[in-house]
């Protein structure tokens, strides 16, 4: 983690843009931050956020961590969960009793109350970062209230989930088309942070989930690195 600059701890974070092949070409999904938090409130951005004590028990001081958080973190605000089971087969939560299940893991999760391992090792899961696509890494810029070092991932989305934002720190979610949001941005009717405005343009370059996936997968470890 990068040390303190102006007074202000810089935080590693991770984001994952979930993606699925809408009628219309490429869908992302996305929320909208609480407007009552300090950091980015009323935003609309990715499920993501910063890596915790947890987080790095599963994934150590490695990248991996990044990848363990984005997940957590996507499904304590979204309710997807990005595992598979032992036959390594996506984790499906459309059965009504598995759902209310899941849905109990997540309150606990988000509540401190079980971590991520619990669960999976209860339901004989693993986390499904193989699936998970490295694109790029931002840092905030300094003089915001909250600084973070964040790993940018993309993912298709789990087939058999249902979303729902977690009415706490994300108010709002929806699937959408990257140039649709990009062209509300201008509008004055989103608001977004340059990160999610330039994954977006990225996004916008594809037709469908294999071509994004395999972009991401071809550009190499070293991806982007901005401040922004």
Sequence with gaps: MLGPVTGVPIRDAATVMLLRDGADGLEVFMVRRSLRLVFAGGAHVFPGGAVD???????????????????RECFEEAGFLLAVDAAGEVVRLDDP??????????????????????????????????TMHYVSRWITPEGAPRRFDT?????????????????????????????????????????????????????????TVDDALAAAASSGPGGNYQRG
């Design 97 to 130: 009793a598995m759902a209310e299940r899941f849905f109990q893991y997540r309150r606990e999760i988000a509540g401190g109350e079980r971590s991520l391992a619990d669960v999976c090792g209860t339901e004989r899961l693993r986390l499904a970062v193989d």
């Design 53 to 71: 004590a947890a987080d790095r028990e599963i994934g150590g001081e490695g990248s991996m961590v990044f990848k363990v958080a984005a997940v």
């Design 151 to 207: 790993r940018f991932f993309v993912c298709a989305a789990p087939e058999g989930q249902t979303p729902l934002h977690d009415a706490e720190e994300t108010i709002a979610h929806e699937w959408a088309r990257p140039a649709d949001v990009l062209q509300r941005h201008r509008d004055g009717a989103v608001g977004l942070m340059t990160p999610t405005q330039s994954s977006l343009k990225w996004l916008a370059e594809f037709d």
